[in-house]
């Protein structure tokens, strides 16, 4: 009974201490993953900021530079013919700064998701994509309820960032997208019919689809994100929202 008792004892103090060690792993890993998708959200962040900056100095600034140029041609008193053509040139500089204003101002908040919210934008987005030609895509929703704002922004950058993906890089020739509301939370389907790709371990850094930026957006908004992906089945996403009836609206 004795000896009973005592490797019951060593058996119950092995078996917890087993317990706190994988307690221990499962909160290192828990928070390694959280760091992993807070630099990815930093890094999304300067990719956007960088990629703004490009488009403002190639674009409008160079754009910018040569009406300079032009109007600095022009001359009191001078040959009538060659200032009317710097002022044509230099207004024709001017319509394709304004456009080009107006693309830089509708990729960082588009009108129709300002306006009228998530689905109407990702309607949009989809519609857009499917009259190209290149795949056929298929959006649906149940209900048209605007979101927060932070969450309707997340959503579109998300969509649009599987979307790019699934054009440059799964091949695909059908993509459906479906948004519904379960109660107290907001659901966001895609789905590809691309080659797909091998998904990698939590934890990791790597992922055909840019993972760890869609999940740090996601995570951002207090959303999770639920990815199936394997070779040649192509990309199933699921991202989950909770939703206050407070924090909606028609």
């Not at 409008?60 to 009191?76: H, V």
């Not at 009259?131 to 927060?148: E, H, I, M, Q, W």
Request: proline content about 2%; overall charge negative; charged content about 25%.
């Amino acid at each position: 009974m004795l000896l009973l008792a005592v490797a019951l004892v060593v058996f119950f103090v092995v078996y917890q201490r087993r317990l706190l060690a994988q307690h221990r792993q499962m909160q290192q890993e828990e928070i390694r993953h959280q760091q992993a998708l807070l630099a990815a959200a930093v890094d999304v962040q300067e990719a956007e900021r960088r990629r703004i900056a490009r488009d403002l100095h190639d674009d409008i600034g160079s754009l910018l530079t040569a009406a300079r140029l032009y109007l600095r041609q022009m001359k009191a008193g001078g040959d009538a013919g060659r200032n009317e053509e710097i002022r044509q040139e230099s207004l024709n500089i001017l319509d394709e700064i304004i456009q080009n204003t107006r693309r830089i101002t509708h990729d960082l908040l588009p009108a129709e998701l300002e306006k009228f919210g998530f689905i109407a934008a990702a309607e949009d987005l989809c519609d857009r994509l499917n009259n190209s030609g290149g795949v056929s895509v298929d959006f649906t929703a149940t209900v048209n309820k605007r979101l927060p704002e932070q969450k309707e922004i997340a959503l579109y950058r998300v969509l649009q960032e599987l979307l790019n993906n699934t054009i440059k890089h799964a091949e695909a020739k059908r993509i459906e997208v479906h948004a519904d509301w379960l109660r107290d939370r907001f659901r966001f389907a895609y789905q590809d019919n691309g080659r797909g790709f091998e998904m990698p371990e939590r934890g990791t850094s790597t992922g055909g689809l840019g993972l760890k930026n869609i999940e740090s957006r996601i995570s951002l908004v207090g959303g999770s994100v639920d990815y199936r992906a394997a070779p040649g089945q192509g990309v199933s996403v699921n991202i989950d929202l909770p939703i206050t009836q407070e924090s909606t609206s028609n």
